[in-house]
């Protein structure tokens, strides 16, 4: 069975992301920040093993970060007993795949299975020159750049997160982003034509997400060297390692991932529910 997990477990969980703090990072940035009370966390942590030998975060999306088959059942079981308020689940393909086969007679179908998306790293100076150009995003700079943010949300995701509540929720992760100065954008006048975040910002990784490069300004390196800007601030600014995941299929961003110097060091697997 799955428990939550609350402080008095808190050394037992700071052990276990530790363990893999590439992998954790999205998990581990929220309990460095808050502790591991769901209020503050903004979701819960359920833990399987008197070691944790098992352990998932729910919120937002659902992350079981390990675990065996017993384990992903226990967390299934748990998920299946409340009320469904994730869109996704995200994290180790191994854990994400079992525990969607769990979930999937319930929850299913998938709006979108994405098995194998390779993990990414790099603790050094990026192999490729940053772009001088790419700069923090500020919050006078807010409405230039939301519609950007919202393209790659659609292109990446496959659905407008303005639909729901008029984009509210959207607007506000945005407005955080830049209010903590994890937005970085490459301006031509009122137009981006780069972007990404550092999405997740633990005391040993910060997680890239949404890199996006205008269609209009494809094929001109803007997304290889506004990377390098991005891992160049989080290495050498921050002191932290540069991590991201991307599908497999998508040759073009690995390769440029790959001249910056980007290490495979793992396997993510995403199911959008």
Known sequence: MARLLDERDGASVRSAITLDPVAACMVAARVEAT????????????????RLSGLCFSGANLIPLRGGRSALR??????????????????PAEQVLGLWQALEPDWGPARDVRPDQPLLAI????????????????????????????AMFIEEVGVDPRLEDGGAAYRARVVELVSSGRAFARFDGDEVVFKAEIGALSSRV???????VHPDHRGRGLGVHGTSAVVDHLVN???????????DYNQVARRVYQRIGFQTVGRFG???V
Do not use: H, K, M
């Open 35 to 50: 502790g591991i009370d769901p209020w503050r966390l903004g979701g819960e942590l359920w833990g399987v093993g008197p």
């Open 206 to 212: 910060g997680q890239i997400q949404g890199v996006w």
């Open 74 to 91: 226990a967390f299934a079981d748990r998920a299946l007993r409340r009320r469904r308020f994730c869109s996704s689940l995200v994290g």
């Open 237 to 247: 600014r921050l002191g932290r390692t540069a991590s991201l995941y991307v599908n």
């Open 123 to 150: 603790s050094s100076s990026p192999r490729v020159r940053p772009d001088p150009l790419v700069r923090r995003v500020r919050l006078e700079d807010l409405e230039r750049y939301l519609p950007a943010a919202i």
């Open 270 to 272: 995403t199911v959008l």
